[in-house]
């Protein structure tokens, strides 16, 4: 014990101080550091940041400078946690303090667990505490003198050899959207190593931080922290993308209910130089199997199998983007039209904007120094195998339309006039595929050079759509074109080629028969410049077509009844009135120039038209066949219309020729149609007769020549009709049949060869309301024909070269004979000759007789008897009147006439007055007029000689006779053809004859 002692007292006094002072040092350190340590944390955060604060244990050693904090606990005052972390750990090497220099050996964190939140007013966690610190902060009594900028000097020396993170986890709460959002990202594992603040000294790195749901970020790289420059590794994987949609569910109407990011790139980052340096290469993009899904929809619209962004590369300075290739592979975009009519796209777009998170306009910003311009370009862009399904569930039948569109442009740059290869194809769900080939321009404005082909495109996916405006089924149609698309600066657009409608069939769904089919309509040669304004077009080509035209018994169309009715139009645009935009004061309406449209010909070929009329009282049916016809030349506008022709077989041996000219755009200005019919058989328009004029057609057949010419809306038509071999049958009664005396009209107008020529002009104006054609050709018709049969002589007279006055349907006889004057014989000569001309006219003699024919045949026989009385007097020395005188009153008094004689004498005889030579006194005397006395006997005798009603008979008949006769002397007509009709009474006229009016009917 005694060395021991001894060795004690012989250690030096500065041994023990500093011994004692190396206790010390080892008792604070281990002891009174760690508890101010933590005395002074829990005090600053509780005073400065109101926060409470836990920890398990510190331990630190003032030999190695090694420092461990275990269990540390961070909450906010009302407990919930803040930061929590298993273990803290720090190496400090003091000694290179001696250097002016920050070394630290290792620094570590392991099973850190940070809570951020936000709450609904927008404030986050450490904002908030940033606050509470600032406000807690005693305020500064003296002002501090501005530290001088030392731009020679460098950032303080700091080393630290290795940083290492191990399971750090950030805890994500934010409740600024109406459904809170929290997440927790995770740091696995970031390790650093040799990061330093002393010159070109390079450290690396490298950090990996789990999403949830698997996704993983890996970041390898190297840094240099003086002067700074950056290069490394960065790949995310596996992130999915639900995630964003679950953060903006309350601002997006929809959820990606699928879909993984995975990224990768390298990077060079120097910040050394006076301008940024950043070099991003190896950048490659991929998201597979996403699926978009709209709220209160079940199936998604929108999916991709893929989309890829390979080997991209950026580079600042430089402004350089290269991408070696961008794909979309199998996306399907399905848009749906409901009943509202709205497409889910459009309730997308709105409920995007209505949510705001549409981006806002940005503020003007001061004018910046020009910026390099950008240098992109992508070697290959692929659409593979992308499809766009539609549909409509606003229609009455369901559509449904889906489309595959593969598509891949090269070598794309966003240099002037960069051209892009590129070819491509749209495939048809219901049949027909697109195909297209060309180079495409953007910058410094859009150019395109792409052959278009259309191949076999089924238009009867159409079908619910045609639903919707008319009753009819679109059985086939397929569509063909090849095309040359031009879009540049020269040429807005212009698209030349040729289109073909082929195998159309359309069928009436109320009738289930065909309506309209043709076998193909060519449309070659075709040129549009929307520039110019133009449409050229070579040829217009018809191959069989037919059409089926029938009018219902009501007088309706079958094509009028498919047509669906239209929606009404609101009253304020049909009035025209408050919808339109006015002009603004001092400011013209804009106009626009009609388009100029040109066709070299349009061609039909082998047209068929087949026509049924059942509003008639039999139904009647036409089959037109065979048409053929060309049109040349037509341009728009112009002041030459097009001419077109014509021409197709009726039935069987009817024969129809169009020859016209108009212009399809002002038909009213300028039009002609000249139509011919050859050789109509005539029975088939039975029906018409009888609705006509109550009469069937036994025979015949029919020519007819249409004319029409329109100027201005004037319309002058002439309808020249010729009927052969005419025969009517039996009558039928028919309600609103005119009452027209056919067998007569059909006499007069047909020819001795059986041929009717009938002309029947119409004109109007087509611009007024109440023009009708149809109606205008009746009255036409009837009137003429009314005409004809109320005036029949004169057309007869007509015939023969006379003018509208000749009327040969009357002559004259005296009365009281029967005898023909020369000037009658001639008007029955020319009868006679236009009877010849119409074989089928019989003509009507009547029984003429007068009153007059009585008073003259009485004075023939009073005369007669007086003769035969005075040559049978002797002959004596008394005169011929004094003879007549005696007879008269002789058969006057055998008479036993009243009054007598001497009353006779005293009513006849008359005073008379001469002047006396002598005296020149005036001398009067009674005499008795010879002249009235022997008439007032005749007359008296006249009246009471007895004719007989059979006398006047006998004279009526001898006159028709004497005509009779002279018509049909030396066979010049057949007797057949005159007729002895009913009497006839007539007065004298003004000369005293009576005149005869001959009457017509048709022969039997």
Same mark, same amino acid.
């Given at each position: 014990m005694k060395p021991f002692k001894e060795a004690v007292r012989n250690i030096p006094r500065s041994a023990w101080w500093l011994s004692g002072i190396l206790l010390l040092y080892t008792l604070c350190g281990f002891f009174l550091v760690p508890w101010l340590a933590v005395s002074q944390l829990q005090k600053i955060l509780e005073q400065r940041l109101a926060l409470t604060t836990q920890v398990e244990s510190v331990y630190f050693n003032p030999f190695t400078f090694h420092a461990e904090v275990a269990g540390l606990e961070i909450d906010e005052q009302d407990g919930s946690p803040l930061l929590h972390t298993q273990l803290l750990q720090a190496n400090f090497h003091p000694t290179r303090l001696l250097l002016l220099r920050l070394q630290f050996e290792h620094l570590a964190i392991q099973d850190l667990d940070l809570f951020l939140h936000r709450d609904r007013q927008g404030l986050d966690t450490l904002t908030r505490l940033a606050q509470v610190w600032n406000a807690s902060a005693e305020p500064a009594t003296v002002e501090s003198?501005?530290?001088?900028?030392?731009?020679?000097?460098?950032?303080?020396?700091?080393?630290?050899?290795?940083?290492?993170?191990? *399971?750090? *986890?950030?805890?994500?709460?934010?409740?600024?959207?109406?459904?809170?959002?929290?997440?927790?990202?995770?740091?696995?594992?970031?390790?650093v190593a040799n990061l330093s603040t002393l010159p070109d000294r390079e450290g690396n790195s490298s950090l990996a931080l789990v999403f949830?749901?698997?996704?993983?970020?890996?970041? @390898?790289?190297?840094? @240099?922290?003086?002067?700074?420059?950056?290069?490394?590794?960065?790949?995310?994987?596996?992130?999915?993308?639900?995630?964003?949609?679950?953060?903006?569910?309350?601002?997006?109407?929809?959820?990606?209910?699928?879909?993984?990011?995975?990224?990768?790139l390298g990077y060079r980052l120097d910040l050394s130089q006076e301008q940024l340096v950043l070099a991003l290469e190896q950048i490659n993009l991929a998201v597979t199997d996403l699926a978009g899904v709209q709220d209160g929809q079940t199936q998604p619209f929108l999916t991709a199998t893929s989309l890829q962004l390979e080997n991209g590369s950026l580079t600042l300075p430089g402004n350089r983007v290269r991408v070696d290739a961008l794909q979309f592979q199998d996306i399907e975009i399905a848009v749906t039209r409901e009943t509202d009519g709205v497409t889910n796209l459009q309730n997308l777009v709105t409920a995007l904007v209505e949510n705001g998170t549409t981006d806002p306009q940005p503020a003007a910003a001061p004018t910046a120094e020009p910026v390099e311009p950008w240098d992109i370009g992508l070697q290959r862009l692929v659409l593979a195998d992308n499809r766009v399904s539609f549909s409509d569930r606003s229609l009455e039948q369901p559509a449904q339309l889906g489309v595959v569109l593969d598509l891949e442009l090269t070598d794309l740059s966003n240099q002037p006039a960069a051209q892009f290869p590129f070819t491509g194809s749209l495939r048809f769900d219901s049949g027909g595929l697109l195909q297209t080939e060309g180079q495409l321009g953007a910058l410094p404005s859009l150019n395109v050079d792409a052959m278009l082909n259309l191949d076999s495109l089924d238009l009867t996916v159409l079908q619910p759509y045609v639903n919707e405006v008319a009753l009819v089924r679109l059985d086939s149609a397929w569509l063909d074109s090849q095309s040359q698309l031009r879009i540049s600066d020269e040429e807005s657009l212009r698209v030349q080629g040729a289109v073909k409608l082929r195998d159309l069939a359309v069928a009436d769904q109320t009738l289930q028969e065909r309506l309209l089919s043709l076998t193909s309509l060519d449309v070659s040669g075709i040129d549009y410049s929307r520039g110019g304004n133009s449409l050229d077009i070579s040829e217009l080509s018809f191959d069989s077509l037919f059409a089926r035209v029938l009018i219902n018994e009501d007088g309706s169309t079958n094509v009028g009844q498919l047509v669906r009715p239209g929606e009404p139009v609101a009253e304020s645009a049909a009035a025209g009135t408050g919808s339109e935009p006015q002009p603004q004061p001092g400011q013209e309406a804009a106009t626009v120039a009609p388009i100029t449209m040109t066709i070299g010909r349009i061609q039909v070929n082998d047209a068929a038209s087949d026509f049924t009329d059942l509003s008639l009282p039999l139904p009647f049916n036409a089959n037109i066949h065979a048409l053929t016809g060309t049109a040349e030349g037509f341009s728009a506008p112009s002041s030459q219309p097009m001419e077109f022709i014509l021409e197709g077989d009726v039935d069987e041996y009817g024969l129809v020729q169009l020859n016209s000219s108009f212009n399809p755009f002002a038909v009213t200005d300028q039009s002609r149609i000249d139509l011919q019919f050859r050789n109509l058989a005539l029975p088939p328009l039975t029906p018409y007769v009888i609705k006509f004029a109550g009469r069937e057609i036994d025979a015949g057949n029919m020519d007819v020549d249409l004319s029409y010419n329109l100027e201005a809306g004037q319309l002058m038509a002439n309808n020249q009709v010729v009927l052969r071999d005419l025969q009517l049958g039996d009558r039928v009664d028919y309600p609103d049949a005119m009452d027209l005396p056919l067998d007569l009209a059909m006499a007069l107008?047909?020819?001795?060869?059986?041929?009717?020529?009938?002309?029947?002009?119409?004109?109007?104006?087509?611009?007024?309301?109440?023009?009708?054609?149809?109606?205008?050709?009746?009255?036409?018709?009837? *009137?003429?024909?009314?005409?004809?049969?109320?005036?029949?002589?004169?057309?007869?007279?007509?015939?023969?070269?006379?003018?509208?006055?000749?009327?040969?349907?009357?002559i004259r006889f005296q009365a009281g004979r029967a005898n023909l004057a020369p000037p009658e014989r001639q008007v029955l000569d020319r009868l006679r000759e236009a009877l010849v001309q119409r074989p089928e006219l019989v003509l009507e003699i009547p029984l003429l007789t007068a009153e007059a024919d009585r008073v003259a045949l009485q004075t023939a026989l009073v005369s007669e008897r007086v003769n035969a009385r005075i040559e049978a007097l002797p002959e004596g020395s008394a005169s011929l009147t004094e003879q007549r005188l005696t007879v008269l009153e002789t058969l006057y008094g055998e008479a036993g006439l009243t009054p007598d004689?001497?009353?006779?004498?005293? @009513?006849?005889?008359?005073?008379?007055?001469?002047? *006396?030579?002598?005296?020149?006194?005036?001398?009067?005397?009674?005499?008795?007029?010879?002249?009235?006395?022997?008439?007032?006997?005749?007359?008296?005798?006249?009246?009471?000689?007895?004719?007989?009603?059979?006398?006047l008979d006998a004279l009526a008949l001898e006159r028709a006779n004497s005509i009779r006769n002279y018509l049909t002397a030396e066979q010049a007509m057949p007797a057949e053809q005159v007729v002895i009709a009913a009497a006839q009474t007539a007065e004298p006229d003004d000369d005293g004859w009576l005149e005869l009016e001959f009457g017509l009917q048709a022969g039997r």
């Open positions: 003198e501005p530290v001088p900028d030392d731009e020679e000097a460098g950032p303080f020396p700091v080393l630290v050899e290795s940083i290492r993170l191990a *399971n750090l *986890n950030l805890h994500l709460r934010d409740e600024v959207p109406a459904t809170p959002f929290e997440t927790t990202l995770t740091l696995a594992q970031v390790e949830e749901d698997q996704a993983r970020l890996d970041w @390898q790289g190297e840094m @240099q922290l003086n002067p700074p420059r950056f290069n490394g590794q960065v790949s995310l994987e596996n992130f999915a993308l639900g995630i964003v949609t679950r953060y903006l569910q309350d601002r997006l109407p929809l959820t990606l209910s699928s879909g993984r990011l995975s990224a990768s107008l047909k020819d001795s060869r059986g041929v009717i020529d009938l002309e029947v002009p119409v004109s109007g104006d087509v611009n007024s309301p109440e023009f009708d054609m149809g109606p205008a050709i009746r009255r036409a018709i009837t *009137n003429i024909l009314t005409n004809i049969v109320a005036a029949p002589f004169r057309l007869l007279g007509s015939l023969l070269g006379g003018g509208q006055d000749d009327d040969i349907g009357t004689l001497a009353t006779l004498q005293a @009513q006849d005889t008359i005073e008379t007055s001469v002047t *006396n030579p002598l005296t020149g006194e005036p001398l009067t005397s009674q005499q008795l007029d010879v002249q009235a006395y022997v008439t007032d006997i005749r007359t008296r005798l006249s009246a009471a000689e007895p004719v007989s009603d059979s006398r």
